[in-house]
Structures are given as structure tokens and as C-alpha cells.
């Protein structure tokens, strides 16, 4: 570093390179093994902001180690799950949310995660002051998860984007 140059910054770069590329490798294994690993990693988390797993086939299991995880992240702010998680990963992933004040994006796209799902986000909508776009497209979540998703909108004051098609509502 020259005498005007900050030390930190290539510190900071070359420990985000390092970060990146263990979070490659982790979410590349995916499933027994490679579910520990990536919880693991997000639990240590301090520079990934958006993590996308988009069809990797999560299990339940892992989706919920990925929501305990949220309820202690400061950094994540967009996680994209889309053809994953199912019922069970979106009940905890509302149950996080409640507490989690850093996700501004959420994509749960083609997860089936039924009404029963939809009530669970929607439960987490009513307390959640950060979300400010949420993904729900292809869930089959009818109308009763239509429905509990429009009562939360009416006393949640952040959320600008949601996207509902192929959901079998109406």
C-alpha cells in the first residue's frame, strides 16, 4: 500500500474473493454434507449479501437451518430458494423473518408451498419492517394464502413488490 492508500481495502477485497469463493463450493454440494457446510458458512457470514440456491433441491431440513440462521444474520439482505423448500422450509422461513431486519428481497418461486406456506410468510409479514420484495410465483397457494398474504399487506407498510402468478387463485 503507498502512503495515501488505506490498508483495509484490499484487506476487504481479498477477504471477500476468499468468502465467495468457500460459499461456491458449499452451495455446489448441496444436501447431507453440503447442507452442514452452507449453514455453517452463513453462520460466519460478514460480506455475502445475496445468496441464490435456486433449484438445488433443498430439503425441508436444510431450509430450516437456513432460516435459523437468518434470525442472527446483519448482512444477507436478498435470498433466492425458487424450486426448493416446499411447505415445511416456508413455515420456518416466516417463523425467521418475524425477527430478521436485514432481507429486503425474498424469492420463493415454484416451491409449492401451498396456503399453509403463504400463512406462514404472511404471519411474518404483519411484523416485518424490511421486505420489500417477495417472490411467490407457482406455489398453489389458492385463495386461502391469497387471502392471508392480503390481510398482512394491510398492516405491512414496506412491501413494493409481489409477484403471484400460476397460484390457482380465484
Keep these: 500500500a503507498?502512503?495515501?492508500e488505506p490498508v483495509a481495502g484490499?484487506?476487504?477485497d481479498a477477504r471477500a474473493k476468499v468468502s465467495t469463493e468457500r460459499w461456491r463450493v458449499a452451495a455446489a454440494r448441496i444436501g447431507g454434507r453440503g447442507e452442514?457446510?452452507?449453514t455453517d458458512e452463513l453462520k460466519r457470514n460478514v460480506v455475502l449479501q445475496t445468496l441464490s440456491l435456486v433449484n438445488n433441491q433443498i430439503?425441508?431440513?436444510c431450509?430450516?437451518?437456513i432460516a435459523q440462521v437468518l434470525w442472527d444474520d446483519v448482512v444477507l439482505t436478498a435470498l433466492k430458494l425458487s424450486i426448493n423448500i416446499g411447505e415445511?422450509?416456508?413455515?420456518a422461513l416466516g417463523v425467521a423473518l418475524k425477527v430478521n431486519t436485514v432481507l429486503t428481497t425474498l424469492d420463493l418461486g415454484g416451491n409449492y408451498i401451498r396456503a399453509e406456506g403463504a400463512a406462514a410468510i404472511a404471519e411474518a409479514l404483519r411484523g416485518n419492517g424490511v421486505?420489500?420484495?417477495?417472490?411467490?410465483w407457482a406455489n398453489g397457494i389458492?385463495?386461502?394464502g391469497a387471502k392471508a398474504i392480503g390481510e398482512a399487506l394491510a398492516v405491512n407498510g414496506v412491501l413494493t413488490n409481489l409477484v403471484l402468478w400460476e397460484n390457482n387463485i380465484g
Design 2 to 4: 503507498t502512503p495515501n
Design 10 to 12: 484490499p484487506m476487504m
Design 36 to 38: 452442514a457446510e452452507l
Design 59 to 61: 430439503d425441508p431440513w
Design 63 to 65: 431450509a430450516v437451518a
Design 88 to 91: 415445511e422450509g416456508a413455515t
Design 131 to 136: 421486505l420489500t420484495d417477495l417472490n411467490l
Design 142 to 144: 389458492g385463495d386461502a
